[in-house]
């Protein structure tokens, strides 16, 4: 039958390409069911965007545990996660005062999920305790937060409220209350922040039609971020409440997957801070070029609405484009180019700071010392794959002010005049990624940063080196 529908395909391109192009796109899920692939789901290639997953990457399913007592336990999720880090940084951006600092980062997960045997109600807890260690500066809630619940909901999970798609996968309902710990889109919006020491974490509602193995999937969230207490227990921030309807289409993945997406931040007024609302609607899309080897990922985001007595009007974009080599270290090539709009003029009434949101600040500068906002900057990026057990990446990057009158917000600098110029600096970095055991890995990496005018004509170091080493170790 497929086979058949094909070929009449391949008649019709000779007289009508457009035709043929709608055609095909009608037949591909069925091309992929008899394939034997069993979900419409394709990760994306770019450079760190693929999400972490819903039950976190440390733990699986009980009866995998190798717990006899528990190898009739399909239904329970368990996780336990250790992970340490040195970090050697010699006169960090982000210090007002300069030298070497050396920190010993500690941080500890645990994790239990239970589904299926209580169903329609599920529920899943995690629990993580972030400590440093050794630092001459005082403790923040980057890296500090004891024994915290980053991860406590309840669940109502109706397996095939919506059916079931062409491939044959449930189409679910599912609705969640309590605290979460999530990422969606390319983490730049909303990440959970593996890389710091501490995670972002919300409170609230997050609904789900549909799931990753579907051609589409609807997720709706109505939660408060919640604020990082270093010793206390953590407390959603004050009247500050994020929005999001949040679409996945693949039924044209293995040519390009859609995000269609509208985020709000919404903050009534109280104390010092104004009223601000931010509306953001966005696309993203990503996907491979045929067998080129050439694979894309785009996200463009327009913001408007007010903040206080000013207009928001403020945009952002990426764009990567890679290329894979066919070698037996698997190498990867990619350019990358992110822009975020910073305000204009401190004086109008209009705002054009893009607005971040809670996104993943990590693949902007392995220093960490880049956030999306007021930001242009292209990156070049080699990785690379030498066996199974071991990964590697270079990359070099450049940063500019989009606005050379906003702020650098990582080291907290402005010139309201943009006396100073705009260029913020220039970075080299490294990384080896070691798996040694299925449950041990090791990762050995280096960056390099290079000051431009803006930063060294406020006072900062010309250069600076960070440098660390991380083992990570989980018990399943």
Same mark, same amino acid.
């Given at each position: 039958m497929i086979a058949l529908l094909f070929r009449r395909?391949?008649?019709l391109w000779k007289i009508t390409p457009a035709l043929t192009l709608a055609g095909f796109f009608l037949i591909m899920p069925y091309l992929a069911a008899e394939d034997g692939q069993a979900s419409y789901y394709r990760a994306p290639k770019s450079?760190?965007?693929?999400?972490?997953?819903?039950?976190?990457k440390y733990a699986t399913q009980a009866s995998k545990s190798g717990w006899s007592t528990l190898k009739e336990a399909d239904w329970l999720d368990l996780g336990l996660d250790y992970r340490f880090r040195y970090e050697y940084r010699d006169d960090d951006l982000r210090r007002s005062e300069v030298g070497l600092d050396d920190p010993l980062l500690h941080r500890t997960r645990a994790y239990l999920g239970v589904?299926?045997?209580?169903?329609?109600?599920?529920?899943?807890?995690?629990?993580?305790?972030s400590r440093r260690y050794n630092s001459h500066y005082p403790r923040d809630n980057r890296d500090v937060n004891e024994f915290e619940i980053i991860r406590l909901y309840a669940e109502l999970y109706f397996e095939n409220a919506l059916g079931k798609?062409?491939?044959?996968?449930d189409r679910p309902v599912s609705l969640r209350y309590g605290i979460h710990n999530f990422e969606f889109l390319d983490r730049r919006l909303i990440g959970n922040n593996q890389w710091r020491n501490t995670a972002n974490t919300f409170q609230g509602f997050h609904g789900t039609l549909g799931?990753?193995?579907?051609?589409?999937?609807?997720?709706?969230?109505a939660v408060q971020p919640l604020n990082r207490l270093k010793y206390d227990w953590d407390r959603p921030v004050e009247q500050q409440w994020m929005y999001a309807a949040i679409g996945h289409w693949r039924r044209w993945s293995d040519i390009i997957t859609l995000e269609p997406y509208y985020l709000a931040l919404s903050q009534s007024a109280h104390d010092d801070v104004q009223e601000r609302l931010v509306h953001s609607p966005g696309l993203r899309g990503y996907g491979v070029m045929g067998k080129t080897g050439f694979d894309y990922d785009f996200n463009l985001v327009y913001q408007f609405g007010r903040n206080g007595s000013q207009d928001v009007q403020a945009y952002a974009g990426t764009a990567e484009v890679g290329y894979s080599f066919k070698h037996s270290w698997q190498p990867r090539f990619s350019l990358f180019y992110g822009y975020a709009s910073g305000d204009e003029d401190p004086n109008d009434n209009e705002d054009n700071r893009f607005e971040r949101?809670?996104?993943? @600040? !990590? =693949?902007?500068?392995?220093?960490?010392y880049i956030v999306y906002e007021n930001i242009s900057t292209p990156k070049l990026r080699l990785e690379l794959t030498p066996s199974k057990k071991v990964r590697m990446d270079l990359g070099y990057s450049f940063y500019w002010l989009a606005s050379d009158t906003d702020r650098f917000s990582a080291a907290n600098l402005r010139d309201r005049q943009g006396q100073s110029g705009s260029m913020i600096g220039h970075e080299f970095d490294g990384r080896i990624r070691w798996q040694v055991t299925p449950k041990v890995e090791a990762i050995l990496g280096y960056a390099h940063f290079t000051a431009g005018d803006f930063t060294r004509g406020q @006072? !900062? =170091?010309?250069d600076t080196d960070f440098a660390y080493l991380e083992i990570s170790l989980k018990a399943f």
């Open positions: 395909l391949t008649q450079y760190s965007t693929t999400r972490d997953p819903d039950v976190p589904r299926e045997v209580l169903d329609p109600f599920r529920f899943a807890v995690e629990m993580q305790d798609d062409a491939l044959g996968n799931q990753e193995r579907n051609d589409w999937q609807l997720d709706l969230l949101f809670f996104g993943f @600040g !990590r =693949p902007w500068s392995a220093n960490d @006072g !900062r =170091p010309q």
